[in-house]
Nanobody, 122 residues
Framework: QVQLVESGGGLVQAGGSLRLSCAAS????????MGWFRQAPGKEREFVAA????????DYADSVKDRFTISRDNAKNTVYLQMNNLKAEDTAVYYC???????????????WGQGTQVTVSS
């Protein structure tokens, strides 16, 4: 149904920035809200941020609010996550997926992408 490809992760020092990208390949027109999730070693996957199809509505986990910004470019079927002032606690594999709504970030696509590793050193 869809192919999700996350990219942009890497190794950065605390206080640094990264911009993640999520490219979604679809065969027909779609208008999904999208979200970012992350999973740290030994922990459950958790919600990070979500954005409506139009980009007019967003939501963030409290832990990243005011530091991360989610955006999208529908012409490119791509969602972004600008991460500023990174902390060691942000270290995780980051994934994207379609979500039911911005405020109900239940993933809609059956399969996750490979994710992109973000490692913050301190």
């Amino acid at each position: 149904q869809v192919q999700l490809v996350e990219s942009g992760g890497g190794l950065v020092q605390a206080g640094g920035s990264l911009r993640l990208s999520c490219a979604a390949s679809v065969r027909t027109y779609s208008s999904y809200a999208m979200g970012w999730f992350r999973q740290a070693p030994g922990k459950e996957r958790e919600f990070v941020a979500a954005i409506s199809w139009s980009g007019g509505n967003t939501d963030y986990a409290d832990s990243v609010k005011d530091r991360f910004t989610i955006s999208r470019d529908n012409a490119k079927n791509t969602v972004y996550l600008q991460m500023n002032n990174l902390k060691a606690e942000d270290t995780a594999v980051y994934y994207c997926n379609a979500v039911a709504t911005v405020h109900r970030p239940v993933r809609l696509f059956d399969s996750w992408g490979q994710g992109t590793q973000v490692t913050v050193s301190s």
